[in-house]
Structure formats: structure tokens, C-alpha cells
């Protein structure tokens, strides 16, 4: 199974991007999915992620009311709906697959993940 992210690139502050993470295989409606991000120095970062029954989203403070994660199973794609982005946004983004029928925030929960796409937002 493969992660194939892309959507990044450079934008102004309060503007959007969305980033899309496709899977290769046929169980992708089975799996947790999640958003992470990284930036340089810094720690792997939760930003969204969504159950795979229920569709539940789940977002920290810090960018719930901006972002918004959604799954399209027919196409074994999740998105990242990224609103009002500010300079503090800018990272390299990664999506990411977890065995748990749970969301977690836990980068260590997540056993397969993307190549990563990068986020720059301007002041």
C-alpha cells in the first residue's frame, strides 16, 4: 500500500489550499486516516484526522473552525481542506494510515505514510 499526497505549494496568508492523499489497495474505507505536519526543528504535528465508520473528524484548537478533513472511499482518496492559512501553517504535510478504527493523534499509530507535500504560506 502506497500514500500519494499532493495540493501543497506557496499562498498568501488568509488564503486556502486543499491537499489530497490517495491509497493504493482495496481496503482504504477500513483504515483511520490523518493529517500530519512538520516543520523544520520542530516535533510531527496532528492536524486532522477521520474515522473510517462513523466519519467523524477530528481537529486540535489549532486549526479546528480553518481545516477540514474528508474521505471520498470511490476514489481511496482523503482531503485537507486548509482555510485562512497563516505563516505558523507553513510545514511539510504528510497523510497517514492507522490500523485503529480510532482517531488518534499519535504519529506512532500511523504504520504507513505519504511522501509528504509542502505547505509555504506568506505574510
Known amino acids: 500500500v502506497q500514500l500519494q499526497a499532493s495540493g501543497g505549494g506557496l499562498v498568501q496568508a488568509g488564503g486556502s489550499l486543499r491537499l489530497s492523499c490517495t491509497a493504493s489497495g482495496r481496503t482504504f474505507s477500513s483504515y483511520t486516516m490523518g493529517w500530519f505536519r512538520q516543520a523544520p526543528g520542530a516535533e510531527r504535528e496532528f492536524v486532522a484526522g477521520i474515522n473510517p465508520r462513523t466519519g467523524s473528524t477530528h481537529l486540535p484548537d489549532s486549526v479546528q473552525g480553518r481545516f477540514a478533513i474528508s474521505r471520498d472511499n470511490a476514489k481511496n482518496t482523503v482531503y485537507l481542506q486548509m482555510n485562512n492559512l497563516k505563516p505558523e501553517d507553513t510545514a511539510v504535510y504528510f497523510c497517514?494510515?492507522?490500523?485503529?478504527?480510532?482517531?488518534?493523534?499519535?504519529?506512532?499509530?500511523?504504520?504507513?505514510w505519504g511522501q509528504g507535500t509542502q505547505v509555504t504560506v506568506s505574510s
Open positions: 497517514a494510515r492507522s490500523r485503529l478504527e480510532v482517531v488518534t493523534a499519535i504519529p506512532q499509530r500511523y504504520h504507513i
